[in-house]
């Protein structure tokens, strides 16, 4: 294929720039329009008065529907959540608290759900995002429910039964885990921190290339990479999410170490009834 010349560029450049010019205009009149919304509401503060999940998916299926490419839907659908999250945090910034720490496949969830623009607050126990949520310290919560390997997570369905909370939403996540770590290379490797389920996950990997390293269980993945942070020859299994948080890389161009290719996992988001 012939490469553009420097003017075709310059051409397509420009194209480019009048189309952002475009988007930018639009997004601001759908920002003005959001905010109109929330006038025309009058002094409900409620969260549901602003955060409609109906309506959210109402749109996102419009969107998908009339989505012709190049982009993908789950793309075009994620670009949209975060414009639809930074209008509604003009409405009234959302509270979400989830099972912590930062990094988790929790708090991956709650930014895919509800986009970006929330305050997402790690809790320490499960118990802890449904009081947060029931005292109404946070508009709403996200826990896991199921995990394709280890099944339902029953005590988060306990709580369900002696709870006012009612489910207002799901998300599935495609679980993949990385090898993390700060200025090491996988032969300088001596430790591997990661929860107990990701080490069995990816306890083939680890035999064929990491077999001489200790392997540390710890609470979750994301405590296990805020530790590998700041150990020496050590890294971490964990999720993108974490890495960014936590300033970590990956010592090996081998991008997710799970024997498992369908792991995925299911979180719910909660409220309090209307």
């Known amino acids: 294929m012939d490469l553009p010349n420097d003017d075709q560029l310059q051409a397509l450049r420009t194209r ?32 549901h008065a602003y955060y ?5 998916a109402q749109v996102l299926r419009k969107i998908i529907s009339k989505n012709k490419g190049p982009l993908s839907d789950e793309e075009m659908a994620r670009l949209f959540r975060e414009i639809m999250s930074a209008c509604l945090a003009l409405q009234q910034p959302l509270n979400v608290a989830f099972l912590g720490p930062g990094g988790t496949f929790t708090h991956a969830s709650v930014h895919k759900h509800f986009g970006s623009s929330v305050q997402a607050l790690p809790m320490g126990t499960i118990d802890e995002v449904f009081r947060e949520v029931e005292a109404g310290a946070c508009h709403y919560g996200v826990v896991p429910v199921e995990n394709s390997i280890e099944g339902v997570v029953n005590h988060t ?41 990701a080490l069995a996950q990816c306890r083939r990997w680890l035999n064929s290339h990491l077999a001489h390293a200790e392997r540390v269980a710890f609470a979750s993945n994301a405590e296990a990479a805020r530790r590998a942070a700041g150990e020496p020859a050590t890294a971490a299994i964990a999720g993108d999410a974490a890495a960014t948080i936590y300033g970590l890389e990956q010592p090996t161009t081998r991008r997710g170490l799970s024997s498992s290719a369908t792991s995925r996992s299911r979180r719910a988001g909660m409220t309090r009834p209307r």
């Open 16 to 47: 480019i720039d009048e189309v952002d010019a475009e988007l930018l205009h639009m997004i601001t009149a759908r920002a003005q329009l959001a905010k109109e919304v929330a006038a025309a509401k009058g002094n409900d503060h409620e969260p």
């Open 52 to 56: 409609c999940p109906e309506r959210e």
């Open 157 to 197: 369905l306990d709580m369900f039964v002696n709870s006012p909370l009612k489910i207002c939403g799901e998300v599935e996540l495609r679980i993949h885990h990385h090898l993390l770590g700060k200025n090491v290379t996988p032969r300088e490797i001596t430790r591997v921190f990661a929860h107990e389920q």
